[in-house]
RNA sequence: GCACCCGUAGCUCAGCGGAUUAGAGCACUAGUCUUCGGAACUAGGUGUCACAGGUUCGAAUCCUGUCGGGUGUACCA
């Protein structure tokens, strides 16, 4: 369709002089035509007649290969045949079918899903992970080179909390697991907040000393830093292989440190950023219309989240020559990322940087309202959280013999692509009921369709790649539309990272296909129909298996 | 206070820089087919698109204001 676009625009250009863009939409399901053009209607003004009559004009100029018609207030519907469409699909695919060379030599990182030393895995970083894979998918199905880091939470305040809280524990370096490390914070969290009730400080002031000594290099905090981060990387690791994530890096915090702290002087230097009387520096940002400076530096002289980002952001930019960064963060670090981005733009640096943000995961409360996930205990661990989903599924399916992969990547699917069903900007309403549910727009009923069409084509292997004959692929012309979308739907969330069309696009492809099997038998068919069909499973499992992909939703070899 | 996000069917949400009669899923009801994998398909909607103005031939979509909910607003990350 994209020749008879430029055709457009030509035809536009000739009779009226103008460029216009020219897009195809759909048509409404009661009226006939499988794509409409509104050029007419857009060219109204300038040329300075009926849009109707415009769509004529541009008709009577079309070549003859399709049927155009002037619908309603202007628009041109187009109707294509199946046939034409089977030979659009063939004639464009290919291994990578979908993807495009939009980002060829261009670098992006994709930040995800950084999570937090020292604190057991929580839902809190579900989002993170699901979205920054789903980031980093996209954009190299648009052709970027994507370098994945893991930015750890290992430095900062937090440490000082843990080796203050472990120093008043009973447990010892060698017997203590990421568990205790979480309860450890949570109740100094806890001691803490009632310390600065009753004015006091002690705690507070340990922390601080922990978090000076651990960045002075003294020997005892590097220890308790070193094992702290082992038990928690490991766990990491394990929960991240469950929801097979991995980042290429895992540079955290602490690694840019000295970086940050060298930065902040240097721009210091250079009046970029301004010292206060109390030590603190600032990075003053009234010029981008942000009256809130900066943080660069605490006024005791240690680094903040600002300093190692700072550092961070150099790092990627000058030693990964990194075009585009992404960072998979929620909507509550919304104002940090307008600051750090209006910093970038104050020290001159020029990439693309984006704040890939998105919703909390919401359940509903015991006032039945919507509330924020939570369990009695504070966070809900994503371990738990998957053990559920894993239960939930065999259960579902005690009828099938699933592996324990399997189970793995049903559970796993359905909760990555229940991130996925609303805009990332919207919380989500954890229902498992839901999510799980084997009928409507859920992950498992997205795998369904592509392990049945994967059954098919299997039961089927005789006839791949037999003759077609002169098939008119009629029965297959809404399967045939929705998968020539395919690549224009890839490239359109390129820039906005918009991943629930993707998902969207999946169930609808899903659909498409179960209403296709009432009315296209396969096996029995004849033996040119029967390949003509198989033909379009295997391209329709390509596309859904690919779509899925790009969410990072496995496919089970059995449902 | 200010900034940002959200407000579309009973519920959860689509609706991509305006366009043909505002759509899905869930739930509910009634059907279909000798089931290639029925976890299917088909049919069934009186929705003040939060409200009020404005721009436009045309607004859920753009602009302004109001109301309601959420988040953020320098020594946490």
């Known amino acids: 369709m994209d020749s008879l676009k430029t055709k457009i625009i030509e035809i536009v250009k000739k009779l009226y002089g103008v460029d216009v863009p020219v897009e195809f939409a759909a048509v409404p399901a009661e009226i006939k035509g499988d794509y409409s053009c509104n ?222 702290k060298a930065l902040v002087e240097k721009y210091l230097a250079e009046g970029k950023f301004v010292k206060n009387d109390d030590g603190s520096v600032i990075c003053p940002l009234d010029e981008y219309g942000i009256d809130v400076p900066m943080l660069m530096l605490k006024s005791n002289g240690a680094a903040l989240y600002a300093t190692t980002d700072l550092g961070c952001l150099d790092y990627r930019l000058h030693e990964w020559k990194a075009d585009r960064i992404v960072y998979a963060v ?99 309403l954890y229902d498992p009921e839901k999510i799980f549910a084997l009928t409507g727009q859920s992950g498992p009923f997205c795998q369904y369709a592509c392990v049945r069409m994967r059954r098919i084509l299997e039961k089927n292997a005789d006839f791949a790649g037999a003759d077609f004959g002169d098939y008119d692929f009629a029965a297959e012309k809404a399967v045939l539309l929705k998968l020539l979308d395919f690549p224009a739907l890839v490239a359109g969330v390129a820039d906005n990272l918009e991943a629930h069309r993707i998902a969207g696009y999946c169930f609808e492809l899903a659909q498409e296909m179960n209403r296709y099997y009432e009315n296209a038998p396969i096996s029995s068919a004849e033996d040119s129909i029967r390949a003509a069909r198989l033909w379009l499973v295997e391209k329709a499992a390509f596309v859904l298996g690919r779509g899925l992909d790009l969410l990072g939703v496995e496919i089970p070899e059995k449902m």
Do not use: C
């Open 39 to 260: 050029v007419a209607m857009r060219l109204a003004k300038a040329a300075g007649k009926a849009p109707r009559d415009i769509a004529a004009e541009i008709i009577a100029e079309l070549p003859g290969e399709y049927a155009y018609e002037v619908a309603g207030p202007g628009f041109i519907n187009i109707s294509v045949s199946g046939k034409a469409l089977s030979e659009q699909l063939e004639a464009a695919w290919s291994e990578d079918y979908g993807n495009n060379q939009s980002g060829a030599g261009k670098v992006a990182v994709s930040e995800f899903p950084s999570t937090n030393m020292a604190k057991p895995y929580s839902v809190g970083h579900l989002r993170p992970g699901t979205q920054g894979w789903a980031a980093k998918q996209i954009l190299e199905a648009n052709g970027w080179k994507v370098i994945t880091d893991n930015h750890l939470g290992d430095a900062g305040t937090p440490f000082g909390i843990w080796a203050t809280g472990f120093k008043r524990s009973d447990k010892t370096l060698d017997d203590i697991t990421v568990y205790d490390l979480g309860e450890i914070y949570i109740k100094m969290k806890a001691d803490m907040k009632a310390e600065e009730a009753a004015g006091e400080h002690a705690l507070a002031d340990s922390a601080q000393d922990w978090l000076l000594k651990l960045e002075a290099g003294d020997a005892e905090a590097v220890e308790l830093s070193t094992r702290f981060n082992k038990i928690s990387l490991d766990h990491i690791h394990s929960v991240m292989k469950r929801m097979n994530l991995s980042t290429e890096y895992e540079l955290g915090e602490s690694y840019f440190v000295e970086r940050g």
């Open 330 to 428: 929620g909507a509550e670090q919304k104002f940090y990322f307008e600051q750090l981005f209006a910093m970038a733009k104050k020290l001159g640096w020029e990439a693309e940087l984006q704040h890939v943000w998105f919703g909390t995961i919401d359940q509903v409360g015991p006032d039945g309202k919507r509330e924020k996930m939570s369990s009695r205990k504070g966070v809900v661990l994503l371990e738990a959280m998957l053990d559920d989903a894993e239960k939930r599924v065999r259960e579902n399916f005690a009828s099938e013999e699933l592996s324990d992969e399997d189970v793995r990547k049903v559970a796993t699917g359905a909760i990555k692509y229940s991130d996925f069903i609303a805009d990332r900007k919207m919380g989500i």
